[in-house]
């Protein structure tokens, strides 16, 4: 089995900046493409970034410029700085990650979520 625990959500104001981080545990053989997704009031879950083993990225448009994802891949680790925050980006911040496990097994899997509150 294989864990995510996401950390760094919080209320801050716009302009401001949060950096969220998501650790990887369990029966993990290695870890293929990392990311961040969010769901918002009343909104469908969006891709926001993501992160392949060999560091190559992607953003949603609407954050390209602001945000950045990162990872450590010896801590099994994929961090999203966020910066200049609007209130607009105010969501749940899911953490995926695609595992490939002790099993040789690929699954994809999700952490609980972390609360991210962008004030105007």
């Known amino acids: 089995q294989v864990q995510l625990v996401e950390s760094g959500g919080g209320l801050v104001q716009a302009g401001g900046s949060l950096r969220l981080s998501c650790a990887a545990s369990g029966s993990i053989f290695s870890i293929n493409a990392m990311g961040w997704y969010r769901q918002g009031p009343g909104k469908q879950r969006e891709l926001v970034a993501t992160?392949?083993?060999?560091?190559?990225?992607n953003y949603i448009d609407s954050v390209k410029g602001r945000f950045t994802v990162s990872r450590d891949n010896a801590k099994n680790t994929v961090y999203l700085q966020m910066n200049r925050l609007k209130p607009e980006d105010t969501a749940v911040y899911y953490c995926n990650a695609l595992v490939r496990t002790t099993t040789r097994a690929v699954s994809n899997y999700w952490g609980q979520g972390t609360q991210v509150t962008v004030s105007s």
């Open positions: 992160i392949t083993s060999g560091d190559s990225t």
